[in-house]
């Protein structure tokens, strides 16, 4: 009998990921690195996958020690006072990330579908749903993303194939003309994408068989790393370093740009930003799904609406700042880059050095 | 009656005293004109008392020459006084089916379900016999999910003979047949009919457990359990399958489900369910593999589109002609000149005028039913088109539309994709592809949510690694039926293996 134990099996891990990653990365990197790092992006996009890896490594150390779920360990080790503390950072991480990412989609819908419409009207719409998405667990998550996987992959390659044809080699060269400095923070800003990986730590008591979520982190970030630098390369070769230093969007450009053979559509990249929309509503909505975790364990008390209530409210005010204000935005890509990355590094990396290993199974 | 009197009734014991038995069964069924009553004598020397009882109907006239009772009556009629009495206690019991009832309410909940009653003077005990039983339809053609090749039975409306008819195609020992009586006045004979090595028994409790979930005055219909037996009742889709085929339901039961049948319906339910299920055919097995996958195909493909065509079709010429080629394009924007409407007006329009057409045609008899398509198809399509009321275009989107959900095989299932249509339109109306996508995801979040007796609505494209991706083998395309080795997730887990090569 097929029981609803919110328990999703590797598959199901490797598929969430690969949305939550690649999703936002493709939308916003290829711009990025362009400014950043210029032509050199595409190494930054393998070089970073070297931490990633380390950091995947870190979190099967640590979770080999692990005897419960993530924030129960995090309770135990380090006390009430100092784990409210590290339950606050990572909350506050989920909802200035799903405040970001809520921004982004929003804006990404507001240019390219619906000029002229409310922003809040296309927030509070993609908020709702994130809700409506969080309150069947885990478990229904993950089956949306598992039934949607090739129906927005397979276009995207399909379209990426076809923009490969008018590629102009000449824009990817010369190589290896950024100094070192670029391309370090190119390379960060890469890490910075791949480390929403950082949720599987949280995957640990959803998990069939204990180990599925690192590996799946590691296949996620294969498939994420090809697929940027597939983007990357294209855009490049299609626009040129300069042009694409200036483009928000550039994917969404390309995919106003490629013909499709038999000209039954003019463009498709109304159609094509389903596939944005879908993925990046994946990360808006895991961000939110596993701050209402760490919530959860922060408060301890029960009751899945409140705290689901809660999240949504600020997540809306995060998205709401990132549009008011130029300087919050700014603020918090500071945010992400350098405390983030830090918390969301130290924090498991202190656990795995200074706890000694717990035999038993992962249990809640 | 009050509940007080109806409760000292329920347990009036028959007794000995032939007079009284009478006394007591007419007070039951006081002006009831449709029961005949009849006194007679038994035995050698005709000393011995009896009172016959049963439906007008479901008695002939022929009752004493040609049925059990007659026959019952004659062999007592040379008997003496002990004779009979020792022949009803283990003779009369050898007759097939005949059960004896120590109450008055038992033998009159006997009478009722189309059998005869017997009380003999002396004998402690009524007797059911069996006879014609209540009038009903025989077994004709199945009105709905009409198939290419393969049987063409319905079921019927007498649940006795569409359990027959299961076990006609599906003659094992195992086949188990579980009855309840559902509906407080109505009684209504509910049967679950199970394979029992293949089923999971919690879902066989789960769903007695349901049925007796309520106290309900009558069940007239299998579509009164399901929508009392359903676990989310707000969502539009069914969360038990419905067939009138009995193929389909010896199917079910074959793959571990199981089949809900009640008394005077023809439409059986088939629980557990999935999304696949409704869109499976009988004849997708008994078809070649390459013309039943493209079946499949085709109305998975159609189930798509018979809920969200007319609000794409919206979205693109409202909010993003961009898409579209400029002459096509150009084609639409002739099409609708002189049109004094919105796009969403032309499609409400359209769309409303095509379901009050498909009701009209079931709810006229026979032939007019027909008439209607072509009243309402042509006169009135084209009519509207000449007036400039709706452009061409939009006829043929509604019209296409149509076609999609009457390529969907079950009815409930297409009724949940027209009533969804219209949330599309309004959506993608008011926020172009936007609201297309919300619409899209907000059903997938809840097709997500939603499951029958524990199985995932989705499967077998959600938790395919449960059956080792073996079920995906039969979902969007069905692969050659000697590579269907196994049964799907529907049953036990440890007898899933339903075909081998013999070596």
Known sequence: MFSNNQKISKRQITRLLIYDITGISTLLLPAMLARIVGKDGIFCIFFALIPAYLFTALMGALQKKMDAPYPVYIRKKSGRAVSSVIFAVYYLYSILLAGYVLYVLSCLIQTSLLKGESYWLICICILALGGYGIMGGMEDRARIYEILFWFLMIPLLLMLLLAARDVNPDYWTPVFSSNLSDFAKGTVLVFLFYLLICFVLFLGAFETKRGDGIKAAKTSLKVAALLNGAVFLITLGMFGEKALQGMQYPVITLMSMVKLPGGFFERQDAFMVAIWFFTIYALVNSSMFYGTEVLKHMIGKKGKKRYVLVTLVLTFLAAAMFYRSAFVLRMGEKYFLYIGIGFVVLIPLLFAIFSRKKSGEVSE | ?503
Not at chain 2, 438 to 467: K, Q
């Open chain 2, 1 to 503: 009656m009050s509940d007080k009197e109806e409760k000292k009734q329920e347990n009036t014991p028959v007794v000995k005293d032939l007079q009284e038995n009478i006394r007591g069964y007419k007070e039951i069924f006081s002006d009831c004109a449709d029961i005949k009553m009849r006194e007679m004598t038994l035995g050698k020397e005709q000393n011995v008392g009896c009172f016959v009882a049963y439906i007008e109907v479901t008695g002939g006239s022929a009752i004493f020459e040609k049925s059990m009772i007659g026959n019952l009556l004659n062999s007592l009629g040379n008997c003496s006084k002990e004779e009979i009495w020792k022949r009803l206690n283990e003779n009369a019991r050898g007759l097939s089916d005949v059960s004896p009832f120590e109450t008055m309410e038992e033998a009159a909940d006997g009478m009722l379900t189309g059998d005869t009653i017997l009380f003999v003077d002396g004998y402690d005990k009524a007797l059911k016999i069996p006879d014609k039983g209540y009038p009903g339809m025989g077994v004709s053609e199945a009105d709905s999910e009409k198939v290419i090749r393969g049987s063409n039975e319905g079921f019927t409306d007498s649940v006795k003979t569409n359990t027959a008819l299961i076990r006609k195609r599906v003659r094992s020992p195992k086949v188990k047949v579980r009855e309840i009586k559902a509906g407080v006045r109505s009684k209504t004979n509910v049967d679950l009919v199970y394979i029992d090595d293949l089923i999971y028994p919690d879902v066989l409790t789960e769903i007695e457990r349901r049925l007796d979930g309520y106290e309900i005055d009558g069940v007239l219909d299998s579509g009164i359990i399901e929508q009392l037996a359903e676990e989310k009742w707000y969502s539009p889709f069914p969360q038990f399958q419905t067939t009138q085929r009995p193929d389909r339901a010896a199917m079910a039961i074959l793959e571990g489900r199981i089949v809900l049948l009640s008394d005077n319906s023809p439409v059986a339910l088939i629980l557990p369910t999935d999304y696949n299920s409704f869109i499976q055919t009988s004849d997708d097995y008994y078809s070649r593999w390459e013309i039943a996958s493209f079946g499949r195909m085709l109305r998975f493909i159609a189930s798509f589109f018979a809920m969200t065509l007319p609000g794409l079709y919206l979205a693109v010429c409202n909010f993003h002609t961009q898409i579209l080629p400029t002459t096509l394009l150009l084609s639409f924007a002739a099409a609708r000149q002189g049109v004094p409407f919105p796009g969403v007006v032309e499609v409400l329009l359209m769309e409303l005028s095509f379901e009050l057409l498909r009701e009209a045609g079931v709810r006229l008899p026979g032939a007019m039913g027909n008439t209607i398509g072509i009243v309402g198809g042509l006169i009135i399509g084209q009519a509207a088109v000449e007036a400039n009321l709706v452009s061409p275009i939009v006829v043929i989107v509604v019209a296409f539309t149509a076609l999609c959900s009457f390529a969907i095989p079950n009815e409930e299932f297409a009724t949940a994709f027209r009533l969804l249509k219209f949330a599309f339109i309004g959506m993608s109306a008011w926020l172009g592809f936007f609201g297309f996508l919300l619409t899209l995801l907000a059903l997938l979040i809840h097709l997500s949510h939603l499951h029958s007796f524990g199985i995932p609505y989705l499967m077998p494209f959600v938790g395919a690694d449960v059956t080792g991706y073996e079920d995906e083998r039969d979902s969007f395309v069905r692969i050659p039926i000697f590579l269907l080795k196994r049964r799907p997730i529907f049953a036990k887990r440890n007898n899933r293996v339903k075909l081998r090569r013999k070596e």
